[in-house]
């Protein structure tokens, strides 16, 4: 992306100018000051190194509390799977609960079909090459439903840092044409706002059941990490 506005109210002479390249935008410049805005753009590439599953027990018993018992019986079973993988207690959270009594209509008849439970299981992986190994071992161990995989990176700092500075000089390069093209120069930075939003891992969905025979393949590919901010320059004739 590349656009730029220049304002001068100093003399009828001046040129206010307007110059989309690349792609166009609207911008905001005070009239009150001789400024050029310019918007900034950062992007770092980076290989994902972790990854999240999200996995669902579900159970269906006439009886409550059979329906309960069974469903923390497999839960126990999946968390004690992944402790012996090396998966910490810290990295396995419960992100949903669902516990109600479930009805089929027959013949125009409401008809109780039992006590519906569903716990879902949050996993942080650490070793994103173990992601394969981890899906087989949830259907292993009972989980009814695999809903989603995500990959991405839980330290993103130095990426982040990175991709400012990026944002940074493309916003100076940006506005340097633009003020030469119109015969002033750049003064000082007057105001810098950010306006990207990013998240740490990126959610791509593995809907549906998996059956334990079935193989995994993994592949966690690689996640574009983009700044954004806007950036007001000083102009000087």
């Not at 569903?118 to 259907?139: F, H, R």
Request: net charge negative; glycine share 8%.
């Amino acid at each position: 992306e590349f656009y730029g506005e220049i304002v001068m109210n100093t003399s009828p002479r001046r040129l206010i100018a307007l110059f989309a390249l690349i792609a166009c935008g609207s911008l905001h410049a005070q009239q009150t000051e001789n400024v050029i805005v310019v918007q900034g753009v950062g992007a770092v590439t980076i290989a994902n190194a972790e990854g999240r599953i999200n996995a669902s027990v579900s159970t269906l018993n006439q009886d409550a509390e059979v329906a309960l018992s069974s469903n923390n019986a497999i839960v126990s079973n999946i968390v004690n799977e992944l402790n012996g993988v090396g998966i910490s207690p810290e990295d396995i959270s419960t992100n949903r609960f669902d516990f109600y009594p479930e009805y089929n209509w027959s013949e125009g008849q409401q008809v109780f079909n039992g006590y519906a439970v569903t716990n879902g299981i949050s996993i942080q992986v650490k070793e994103v090459t173990t992601m394969g190994a981890i899906l087989n071992l949830l259907v292993d161990a009972g989980a009814s439903r695999i809903n989603s995989v995500g990959f991405g990176s839980s330290n993103l700092g130095e990426v982040r840092k990175q991709a400012l500075e990026k944002a940074t000089e493309d916003a100076l390069v940006k506005a340097t044409i633009l003020a030469n093209a119109n015969g002033v120069n750049l003064g000082n930075v007057i105001q810098v706002k950010l306006t990207s939003r990013n998240s740490v891992l990126d959610q791509s969905s593995v809907n549906g059941s998996l059956s334990a025979a079935s193989p995994v393949p993994i592949s966690p590919g690689q996640n574009t990490y983009v700044e954004k901010l806007t950036v007001t320059y000083e102009l000087i004739d």
